[in-house]
């Protein structure tokens, strides 16, 4: 069965990283997957890594090109306007949503987007045959709040032959290479505003003593460089898009999330499985995210034996210190073969069946 995977992403977020880990995988399984995404230098080094992983990628200059003759199409889009263009083009589409459905902006703002995604993105969902989204939490909330139907969870995995703790010695040679000497923070998000970068600049003015490694792109970046020239920041490094994630997050000391909206956050999986601490804003909202990444993971992790709260004069950072290893709730092969991907892959494919996209008679694992 062939079925497309189809995005509007010029650049790469989270959506992408999360194909180029899955349809490798579901082509495994026997889905004939494949990929279509924009021409754009943005997205390049996306396509050439399904491709190098033997999945077809289509890329498009406008809608008019995207190829037809599939039995499903499965698509996912940065602005809700494209969807309009997608159903045009394909009457019959499965939706997978990676979206913040719900931003906690300040002032009561998170209501005025909540209204903005009810206008803008329930439309869209609502006229799918059916919804995949990549947490519990985000399925529940888009059936009770928006009252969508026919929402499935697939929840989000990382592959943890990459991302893993580091060997003996393996982390002190990396902090070498990498030129830390100090205490160091990773903050890996696309520049955008939700992502509340101003939080991280502001943190790293009142901790002169730490290193701040900013991983990504995105439309703010150049904001937020002139910000930190203009607050005279010499520990905070902005360090693009890197290609070399699972190293860095076994040299750095702790990951840092202080955005105001997730569905299911990749990055906080990373550092589970990489053993990274994660540092957030609020003692509450750290221990949120934490019990959502267990609950929407699937992932058993150990309770952290000591967690050390720091209030930098306004702020409250809450500390979670590194935990085992996560693992997925099955038992591991004798090959230990990234299970924690390889579970999501299979789980995406039986959510495609009960969601009706596909029969059962055509899943052969």
Not at 208 to 222: H, K
Not at 254 to 272: D, W, Y
Request: aromatic share 10%.
């Amino acid at each position: 069965m062939r079925i497309l995977f189809l995005t509007d992403a010029k650049t790469v977020g989270g959506s992408e990283i999360y194909l180029k880990e899955m349809l490798p995988r579901l082509r495994q399984l026997g889905l004939e997957a494949e990929a279509a995404l924009p021409l754009a230098e943005g997205n390049a080094w996306i396509r050439q890594a399904l491709e190098a992983r033997g999945v077809p990628v289509h890329a498009y200059r406008s809608f008019e090109d995207l190829p037809l003759g599939y039995d499903r199409v499965v698509a996912s889009a940065w602005y809700p306007q494209s969807y309009k263009k997608f159903f045009a083009r394909y009457t019959r589409l499965t939706l997978l949503i990676h979206d913040q459905i719900e931003i906690f902006y300040p002032l009561g703002l998170r209501y005025a987007y909540r209204l903005g995604y009810r206008l803008l993105q329930v439309p869209n969902l609502t006229r799918a045959e059916a919804v995949i989204t990549v947490s519990r939490w985000a399925a529940r909330w888009l059936k009770e709040v928006h009252g969508i139907r026919n929402v499935y969870a697939v929840p989000n995995g990382v592959d943890t032959e990459h991302f893993r703790p580091p060997g003996p010695g393996e982390k002190e040679a990396l902090r070498k290479r990498y030129g830390l000497q100090r205490f160091s923070v990773i903050v890996p998000a696309r520049m955008s505003l939700e992502k509340n970068h101003l939080a991280v600049l502001l943190t790293a003015k009142l901790l002169p003593e730490a290193d701040f490694l900013l991983v990504g792109t995105g439309e703010l970046m150049g904001l937020w460089q002139k910000t930190a020239w203009f607050l005279n920041l010499k520990n905070v490094h902005f360090l693009g898009r890197r290609t070399d994630m699972p190293e860095l997050y076994r040299a750095v000391d702790a990951m840092l999330l202080p955005t105001l909206g997730e569905n299911q956050s990749l990055a906080t999986l990373e550092a589970m499985a990489s053993r990274v601490a994660r540092l957030w804003f609020s003692p509450r909202v750290g221990r949120s995210m934490a019990s959502t990444a267990r609950y929407s993971s699937g992932m058993s992790v150990r309770r952290p034996r000591k967690c050390t709260f720091f209030r930098l004069r306004n702020q409250a950072v809450f500390c979670q210190s590194p935990i085992s290893s996560p693992v997925p709730t099955s038992k591991k092969s004798a090959s230990g073969n990234s299970l924690a991907v390889r579970s999501t892959a299979r789980w995406f494919f039986s959510r495609l069946i009960r969601a009706g996209t596909i029969t059962e008679n055509l899943w052969r694992p």
